[in-house]
């Protein structure tokens, strides 16, 4: 089966620095890979997400970039504010049928 | 986007009991519900995946006859765990997907205290 490696655990960074999250899978059948953020006692809500026909996609402060050679997607969060701090998910899944979730980032942005 | 509900959103039970967790797609039709359960400060674990009118398919070391699911209608899935245990407290959450989304969407999770 599918197997997601999400690192770093934990990551502090100054308001206004820049993250950066990567995951690795394996199954190369992959092709759908979205990130998710869960704030502490609440559903993950997807923030967003990128097919295996795309390398890059941006949406504001945050982008998404995809490496199906090296099997490895990272989540890019720029000019991060407090409101960012939360635990974000990657997943990956065969056409969005099962999602396999990496372990989980806790990002945490000090003002 | 589309809206899941799950009931109730905790319970506690005492060992030995059974307890009953619906997931309802409240706005689309979820040909596909899925069921994880999260630990305290770890990931999502898929425990299974429920198409509505056929059996379940369940992930590698999640007991069938332990969690038991049926998705009976297009907008609801239900997981029953049976003979509950208090290393089966968990945050159990479902998602739906529709049948043209790559999207899942999640319910807001259900907490189960096993005493």
């Known amino acids: 089966g599918e197997n997601v490696e999400q690192h770093p655990s934990t990551l502090s960074v100054q308001e206004g620095d820049s993250a950066v999250i990567k995951c690795t899978y394996s199954d190369s059948a992959s092709n759908y890979f979205p990130w998710y953020k869960q704030e502490l006692g609440k559903r993950p809500q997807l923030i967003i997400d990128?097919?295996?026909?795309?390398g890059e996609k941006k949406d504001q402060r945050i982008a998404v970039t995809l490496n199906k050679t090296a099997k490895h997607f990272s989540l890019h969060i720029t000019e991060t504010q407090p409101e960012d701090s939360a635990v974000y998910f990657c997943?990956?899944?065969?056409?969005?049928?099962?999602?396999?979730f990496g372990t989980g980032t806790s990002l945490t942005v000090i003002p | 986007g589309a809206v899941v509900s799950q009931h109730p959103s905790w319970v506690i039970c005492k060992s030995g009991t059974s307890v009953k967790i619906e997931c309802r797609s409240l706005d689309f039709q979820a040909t596909t519900m899925f069921w994880y359960r999260q630990f305290p400060k770890q990931s999502l674990m898929l425990m299974a995946t429920?198409?509505?009118?056929?059996?379940?398919?369940?992930e590698q070391g999640v007991e069938k006859d332990k969690f038991l699911i049926n998705h009976a209608s297009l907008t609801l899935s239900t997981l029953t765990v049976t003979s509950a245990h208090p290393e089966d407290s968990s945050f159990y959450i479902c998602t739906g997907r529709g049948s043209s989304y790559n999207e899942q969407f999640f319910g807001p999770g259900t907490r189960l205290t096993v005493l």
């Open positions: 997943a990956a899944s065969r056409g969005g049928n099962q999602f396999y």
């Open positions: 990128i097919r295996s026909n795309v």
């Open positions: 429920s198409n509505e009118g056929s059996k379940a398919t369940y």
